[in-house]
Structure formats: structure tokens, C-alpha cells
């Protein structure tokens, strides 16, 4: 089967180019010409050309630069560390500490942004140098942060389920509603391991106990209220009808400089600084992504992903089976594209596989998330783990393996929902 | 030879089955000899490229929404203008007066039409009963071109955009409380979780087309060229067919899911946006020139 | 020639930024005007319909421009992405020859890309092809920053190269965001 070889002759080149230091979006870029020079008669150039045009000028994707922003502003403020301050004597006696503000504040944030990129970018920003300086160890601290922000995809809103819900024609709303319980199943889990391991590695955990009066903490917890009217504000904005979940981010943008007016931190020299950095951050995420669009197009092109998911149908498994094999199907191919990618290359193969194995569309949509969700912390191409190596300049491996434990605690929730299915269907049944 | 070809629309979308036919048709017709690879739901190209990926040479074939061209020119507009052609039989006279003129318009571009479908006539998704135009006035409605958003003024409705994905939730939070599509589109949006009246007012009958790239065309010999045509004219007919039991289907499929199903509209309302759609006609005959001409006077308006 | 070229590398960043200020201020311009809206059916009863004609379209634009303006910015920044575990642990001079290697491969993709998006640009030009939303924009106006901000990158791939060729090191050496290292003390003097 010419294929097989084909595929792994592209993963050598990946390899190859990733391994030697070529530029993430170079090498994605590399593979998909040479994937598309050897085995198609369509013009690389300009498919080239089209495809990151295409990919570059979308409405939606403009809150990704917007949400990054913010938490450049929110970094070069007092608010991050007010926010630390605030939350220590309340998350001081739970094992763990500070690591849970990474779980919950992504949660948080999962609310308010579709993508995990920008969540992690965000909170990432302001919880690494916080918890860095409060000696906390790297790895859960990156791990953390890495497996927590993927929850942006999950929570709603979120870009994939949008892009799921239109190529296999389920309701939005619907889908969004049925993220909800998933996902605190999720920040569950994630606080539950944090706690555990907290539990067995008290050494390694910095064991500052703050003896405060209770007065002492309700004055730090005031200092709260900035975060809060921010994450309301963004919030609102969306339930009061005057933003949609993309305004909402230039909501945020607004609100943080505001607030950071407010408490004294917002300088001309930091609003520069704010928006050179938010430039720089999003150009590398936006460069990789067109990288990965015109490597998805190309694969669309050579048709292999479609060849793999029928290889894939034409074993006619049992529906247990066809989800254990679909799972190690979307991880593997979730190493080298993006999750997105993987649906939109993919469905129109094996949806109706899946409906003809008597599986519920709208659980498969939660299912396909989370196993995205895994696609963003596996390398060598995994977003979440770019925008934490561009944050503490550790290389890949490093913030890959930090990540290692989120990823077996999604497949474990995986195996939850196929188990219980109906902690996704019920919302949605009873809305 | 193999040819890809990309389209906007979900595989489950009655366009993009009646494409996978065509393309079972073709392969058929010539024993093999042309293979079409259907590519949906913008996975190879998104919507707005798919045109120009044809043009270039990119890939051989695709389909898109032909009134998305109309800022290029008015003709690829004419069966997106509100109340022009409101039935099945108009939108049928209309693409035939229409035909001749897009083929010379998309001719200058190197493409040539095969064929065109239509989709269900467009109704009005609101969340009160609508009787009359008054009826409309400032509420907001969803306008994503320049026809729409005169539509509105017109109608004294409140313009707004919004993006297709972000509908449903548009319509809860209040930032948008009026659009039209079709019932296709309502009912695979499931449109009753944000909307409880459908108004069946027929306002246009909008149509998908499907083309080709005319160098890629001259490389097929006789018999290929004449297989293609036959299974496009058959994939037209195929195709129109199905848009009609499509809107029937499609707007029990919303009734039984408990939207107030209007139809027919009140007579008022029907008079009102008549008077509306003839005043957006004179607008259109100015901007659309001599080949606006062409297609009012081949349709016999 | 050295400063004409960093001159030319700020100002794409400049202008990047200034697109990414621009998308915000569209947007929030937007969200005012729907809270305007928001009041008036509060108050009236009915919306007034205030929309900045195709927003959505535009802040693409201006997405598509803040990202490629930046490319080159960024890169001397050192904030592109990449796999530095072979680099870091060779010897001087074979990281050198990777480093050439790593150069030349995107220095030639940097060209290729800017060779046909210029070809695209053309055609959209020539066609005069437009937007489909409210206002007809030619799509070449805001497909030239894509041309031009990939075409800086080449120009500062290149430049690289050659200094690292003549044993040089590149800009982008060492740079790049610590969060970790970095004491952060003096940035939140209480
Ligand atoms: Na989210
Ligand atoms: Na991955």
C-alpha cells in the first residue's frame, strides 16, 4: 500500500525539519509542499498562496491576538499579583495551593475565549512568574497550565465545537451546553491529581504557611474585585446581548487597560511594551497556524487522512472498538495537525460511520473535543505546548513530558464519558 | 484523471448529496477515465476562495453560493433580489434568463458555468408573529450583504451582522431578532432553539452553481466532455427536484419541532414587501446596466 | 545598510501593532454602537440598527496584516517557535552548519511564499476581485500586507544568513521570552 509509505516518508521529513531546528511553521510548510510536489498534479505555489490568505483574514480568529493582549496588559499590572494575593489564604490549606488558581483560573477563562492558545497564553503570562517566584515546582506548574488550558476548547464558547456542529450539521447551542458538565468533570480531575500528587510530594512544594487573622483575609480577598469586575465584565458583555464571543475579547483589551489605569500600572512605556509583546505572540501563533492550514489542505489533496479513517471504517468494529480505534487514530494523526484540522479532514469519512455504529452525534462532538484537546499537548505539533515553550523558553520535550499526566487524566475522562454518556447528553436532552 | 473539488456545504446538505451523485455519474459515464473527489464542507478551500482556487487552476471544478459574486456584478445577484422570482416556476424562467449572461461574465474569468440549483425559498425567522412590514421596524435584522442591509432600511428594520456560527447565540442574547434563509438552513441550524415563528414569505429562491475551469475543460477528449455535460444536466434536474421536496420536508421538520409555522403570510405583509422588493428593483436595474437589461427583459419583468 | 535594514524590521513591527490597535478599536467601536442600540430598544423600544459596515470583514484584514507585518519582527525577536535540542547540545561549529541549514531552508520557503502570493495579489488585482460583504473591498488592498510582510521576512532570513555565514551570530540568538528566569521583584515594587 503506496500510502503507508507515503505517510511515513512525510513524518521523516516532519522529523527531519522539526528535529534540526527548522521554525515550526517552516517545517509545516515544508512538509506540505513536498507532500504536494511528489504525490499531486495541483499547482503548490499557489494552492500555497490561497490557502494562508484564506486562513490569515478570518473574523474569528481576531480574538486570539485580542484575548493575548490582555494578558500583557494584565502582566505589566498589579492585577496578577493581586489576583495571587488574593486567592493564597483561601487555596492555602487545600494540598497543592496555588497550582489550583492555573486549573481554575483557565477555567475561568475557558468561559470567556473559544480557543486553548489563548488561554494558555493568557493565564500563563500571569500565573508563571507569580508561582516561579513563590518557588513552586516547573513541571506541574507547566503541566498544569498546559493541560488545564486546553478546557478553552471544551467550555463554552469554543472554536471547534463551532466548526463540528457546522460540517456535521449538529445545534451549537446544544453542543456548547453539552461541554458543560465534561469540562468541570475535567477541572474535578486536573484539582484531584494537583491534590494527590501534592499529597505524596510535600517536599517538593514550598510549605510558606501564612498564619492570617481573618480581617488580614478579607482584606486580601478585596483585592480581588478588580479580576472579578474584569471577568464579569467579559462575560456580560456576551449575555447582555452587545458582544459576541469575539468582541468579547476587545472587551478585555479595554477593561484591563482601564483597570490598569486605575491601579497606577499603565505607562506609555507599558502599553507599548503590552502591544509589541501581544504582536510578537500572536504573529507566532498565527504563522503556525497558517503553516498547519496549508498543511491540512495538503493532506486533503494527497487524501491520506481519509484513506487511514476508511482503512478505519472497512474493519467494521463493534462500536467499543470503533471508539478505541478512532481515539488512537485522532491521537496519532493529533501529533502532526491540529486538532481542528483532524475534523474538518475527517468527518465527512467517519460520521457516518459512527451514526451507523448507533453512536450519538452530539456525544461524539464532546468525545472529538477532549481527544483535540489531547492533540494540543501532544508534540512534536501541539499549540498548547508552543505557547508555553515561548513563555519559559524550556524546549518542547521538556514542557511535553510536564504535560504527560493531563494527557493520560483526558484519556481517562474519555473512557468517563464512554462510560456514562449521559453526563454529556443530559443538558442537552433537558434544555 | 482525477479531479478535486471543493465545496462550502456539509455532506448531509442536499447540494453536496446531489454533488457526490454527479460525481458517481461522471465516474460511471466514462468507465473510470474521470474520477471526481468531492471535498465538502470548505475542507479543501474555504467558501470564499473556492471561486478564485477554480480560476487559477488550483483545482478543476467547484461549487459556491452564486449571489456571493454579486458585488462583482449585479447579474450574479438577480436571484438573491427580494421578491423578484418567489417560486419554484420564476426562479426556474429566472435562471434561464440569467444563464446566458453569467456565462458571458464568468467566460472573462476562464469558467464556465455546468449547472446551477436551486435553494428552498426564503422565510422569516422572528420570535413574534409578523402580519405586516410595520411589524419589522427596529428590530434587528441580520443583513450580510448590501442588497440586505437596503432591505432593512427599507423595511425600517435595524441592520446587524452576524456570523453564520454565532446565530443561535446571537438570537438569545438579543443581537440579532430577525433574519431570512431558507428552511434547509433552519432546520439544520435547528432553528427552534432560538426562534418560535417561521414565516413562510418565499422572499428569493438563491441558487448554488457549479463551474470549471474552461484549460482544464479543453483537456478532456469528446467523450469525457459529453459525459459531464449529460450528468450535469441530470444533476440539475436531480437537484431542482430535490430543493422542492426539501422545503416541504424541511419546514414539517420545524413544525414538528414546535416553531409556529406562518403559511401563508398575511396578505398584508405580502403587499408590503412586494412594494418593498419593486422599489429594490429600480436600485438594482441602475447598478446592473445594460446586462440587468438583458436578464429582465429575458424573464419578462 | 545595517541600520536602513533594522529601520525597515522596527517599522513592519510598528505597523503590525499599530493593525492589532486597529482591530481593537474596531471592534470596541462596534460593541459601543450595539450598546447604543441595546439602550435604545431599552428606552424606545426599537433599535436604531448601528453597524460599522462589514467589521467582520475588516478586522480579518487587520488580522491578516498585524500577522504578517510582524513575521520579521518577531523572528529577530526570536519568538518564532522552534525545536533548539540538537542546536543546544553540538558542538560550535557543526550548530554553525545547522544553524545555515535551518536558514537556507526557510530563507527559500520565505521566497517561495512571497513569489506566489505576489502572483496572487496580481491575479486578484487583474480580476479586480472583490469582497463579498457590505462594502466591496478589491482584495488585493488587503492581500498587499500579506506580500509585503512576507517579503521582509525574506529579506530578514537572508540577511541572517549572511551573517552568519561570515561567522556572525543571529539576531535571534539567546532572545526569546523567560517567564521563569527572570526576576520579577522589581516589576511589582509595592
Ligand atoms: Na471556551
Ligand atoms: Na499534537
Same mark, same amino acid.
Given at each position: ?431 | ?25 461522471? +465516474? ?63 426562479? +426556474? ?69 452576524? +456570523? ?138 | ?190
Amino acid at each position: 500500500m503506496s500510502e503507508i509509505y507515503l505517510t511515513v516518508l512525510l513524518l521523516l521529513t516532519l522529523f527531519v525539519l522539526l528535529g534540526s531546528g527548522v521554525w515550526v511553521a517552516f517545517s509545516l510548510f515544508g512538509v506540505g509542499i513536498f507532500g504536494m510536489a511528489l504525490f499531486t498534479d495541483a499547482p503548490v505555489g499557489s494552492v500555497l498562496a490561497t490557502t494562508v490568505w484564506g486562513s490569515s483574514n478570518s473574523w474569528a480568529l481576531a480574538a486570539l491576538p485580542l484575548f493575548i493582549w490582555m494578558g500583557e496588559i494584565l502582566f505589566r499590572s498589579r492585577l496578577s499579583q493581586d489576583m495571587f494575593s488574593g486567592l493564597s489564604p483561601w487555596v492555602g490549606k487545600i494540598p497543592g495551593k496555588l497550582l489550583h488558581v492555573n486549573i481554575i483560573g483557565c477555567g475561568i477563562f475557558a468561559a470567556v475565549s473559544g480557543s486553548s492558545a489563548a488561554t494558555a497564553a493568557t493565564i500563563g503570562k500571569m500565573s508563571i512568574p507569580e508561582l516561579s517566584k513563590r518557588g513552586y515546582p516547573e513541571s506541574l506548574m507547566i503541566g498544569t497550565l498546559a493541560g488545564s488550558a486546553t478546557l478553552g476548547l471544551l467550555i463554552p464558547p469554543s472554536i471547534i465545537l463551532i466548526v463540528y456542529g457546522v460540517a456535521t450539521e449538529q445545534s451549537i447551542a446544544r453542543l456548547f451546553i453539552a461541554g458543560v458538565i465534561p469540562g468541570l468533570l475535567l477541572v474535578a480531575l486536573f484539582i484531584g491529581f494537583v491534590v494527590v500528587w501534592a499529597l505524596f510530594n510535600k517536599d517538593k512544594l514550598p510549605d510558606v504557611i501564612e498564619q492570617l487573622s481573618f480581617r488580614e483575609k478579607i482584606r486580601r480577598t478585596r483585592s480581588l474585585l478588580p479580576v472579578i469586575f474584569l471577568i464579569s465584565g467579559v462575560i456580560g458583555s456576551i449575555y447582555l446581548g452587545i458582544a459576541s464571543p469575539t468582541d468579547a475579547a476587545a472587551v478585555g483589551v479595554v477593561l484591563a487597560l482601564l483597570l490598569s489605569w486605575c491601579t497606577g500600572g499603565l505607562t506609555r512605556e507599558s502599553f507599548m511594551e503590552g502591544l509589541m509583546g501581544a504582536t510578537k505572540t500572536s504573529c507566532m501563533i498565527a504563522f503556525i497556524l497558517a503553516g498547519a492550514a496549508f498543511l491540512t489542505v495538503a493532506m486533503g489533496f494527497t487524501g491520506i487522512p481519509k484513506l487511514l479513517a476508511l482503512w478505519i471504517g472497512s474493519l467494521e468494529l463493534s462500536p467499543y472498538a470503533l471508539l478505541a480505534a478512532l481515539t488512537v487514530f485522532f491521537v496519532v494523526l493529533g501529533c502532526f495537525l491540529d486538532g481542528i484540522s483532524v475534523v474538518v479532514l475527517t468527518t465527512s469519512v467517519i460520521m457516518p460511520m459512527v451514526e451507523q455504529a448507533g453512536i450519538d452525534p452530539l456525544w461524539f462532538g464532546i468525545y472529538i473535543v477532549i481527544v483535540v484537546e489531547m492533540s494540543q499537548i501532544t508534540p512534536p505539533v501541539g499549540f498548547n505546548l508552543f505557547v508555553l515553550q515561548s513563555l519559559t523558553g524550556r524546549n518542547i520535550l521538556t514542557v511535553a513530558k510536564a504535560a504527560l499526566p493531563f494527557f493520560a487524566l483526558l484519556l481517562f475522562a474519555l473512557g468517563i464519558i464512554i462510560a456514562v454518556p449521559e453526563l454529556v447528553t443530559y443538558l442537552p436532552n433537558n434544555m | 484523471d482525477t479531479w478535486d473539488m471543493p465545496t462550502p456545504y456539509p455532506d448531509k446538505t442536499f447540494h453536496t448529496e446531489n454533488i457526490i451523485e454527479f460525481a458517481k455519474d461522471v +465516474e460511471t459515464a466514462t468507465n473510470g477515465a474521470l474520477t471526481i473527489k468531492v471535498h465538502s464542507a470548505g475542507s479543501l478551500f474555504k467558501h470564499p476562495e473556492i471561486k478564485n482556487a477554480v480560476r487559477s487552476g488550483q483545482v478543476p471544478v467547484g461549487e459556491f453560493f452564486l449571489s456571493l459574486l454579486s458585488n462583482e456584478h449585479e447579474a450574479f445577484g438577480a436571484d438573491s433580489l427580494p421578491f423578484l422570482a418567489t417560486n419554484y416556476d420564476d426562479a +426556474e424562467r429566472l435562471w434561464a434568463a440569467q444563464k446566458p449572461v453569467i456565462t458571458k461574465l464568468l467566460d472573462k474569468q476562464g469558467l464556465m458555468p455546468l449547472y446551477s440549483v436551486p435553494w428552498p425559498p426564503q422565510g422569516l425567522y422572528t420570535n413574534k408573529e409578523i402580519n405586516s412590514v410595520a411589524d419589522l421596524k427596529g428590530l434587528k435584522f441580520r443583513a450580510y450583504n448590501a442588497t440586505l442591509e437596503k432591505f432593512a432600511q427599507l423595511t425600517g428594520a435595524a441592520p446587524t451582522q452576524v +456570523e453564520v456560527p454565532d446565530i443561535p447565540q446571537a438570537y438569545t442574547t438579543g443581537r440579532v431578532e430577525a433574519m431570512i434563509t431558507s428552511p434547509s438552513t433552519g432546520a439544520n441550524s435547528k432553528a427552534w432553539d432560538f426562534v418560535s415563528h417561521y414565516t413562510h414569505i418565499q422572499a428569493w429562491v438563491p441558487k448554488n452553481i457549479v463551474v470549471i475551469n474552461k484549460s482544464a475543460w479543453r483537456k478532456l477528449d469528446e467523450a469525457t466532455q459529453a459525459a459531464v455535460l449529460d450528468a450535469a444536466q441530470k444533476a440539475e434536474q436531480r437537484g431542482w427536484a430535490m430543493s422542492k421536496a426539501e422545503t416541504d420536508a424541511q419546514i414539517q421538520v420545524m413544525q414538528d419541532n414546535g416553531v409556529t409555522i406562518v403559511n401563508p403570510p398575511s396578505e398584508q405583509l405580502v403587499q408590503d414587501l412586494k412594494a418593498v422588493g419593486a422599489e429594490m428593483l429600480k436600485d438594482w436595474k441602475t447598478a446592473a446596466g445594460s446586462e440587468g437589461e438583458e436578464i429582465l427583459s429575458a424573464y419578462g419583468n | 545598510m545595517r541600520q536602513i535594514l533594522n529601520k525597515l524590521y522596527q517599522a513592519s513591527g510598528w505597523a503590525a501593532a499599530f493593525f492589532l490597535l486597529a482591530i481593537c478599536i474596531t471592534v470596541i467601536a462596534q460593541v459601543l454602537l450595539n450598546l447604543i442600540d441595546r439602550l435604545s430598544t431599552a428606552i424606545t423600544g426599537e433599535a436604531i440598527g448601528l453597524t460599522i459596515p462589514s467589521y467582520g470583514d475588516f478586522t480579518g484584514f487587520f488580522l491578516a496584516a498585524s500577522s504578517f507585518l510582524a513575521l520579521a519582527y518577531t523572528l529577530r525577536d526570536g519568538s518564532h517557535i522552534r525545536v533548539s535540542l540538537l542546536l543546544q547540545n553540538l558542538p560550535q561549529n557543526l550548530r554553525r552548519v545547522i544553524e545555515i541549514w535551518c536558514l537556507v531552508v526557510a530563507a527559500t520557503m520565505a521566497l517561495f511564499c512571497t513569489y506566489y502570493t505576489g502572483l496572487l495579489v496580481h491575479e486578484a488585482f487583474t480580476y479586480n476581485d472583490l469582497s463579498t460583504g457590505m462594502i466591496a473591498v478589491p482584495i488585493w488592498l488587503p492581500m498587499t500586507p500579506m506580500l509585503v510582510g512576507l517579503g521582509i521576512l525574506a529579506i530578514a532570513l537572508l540577511d541572517e544568513l549572511v551573517t552568519v555565514l561570515r561567522g556572525g551570530e543571529a539576531s535571534y540568538e539567546g532572545k526569546g521570552e523567560n517567564l521563569l528566569q527572570q526576576d520579577h521583584a522589581d516589576l511589582h515594587a509595592e
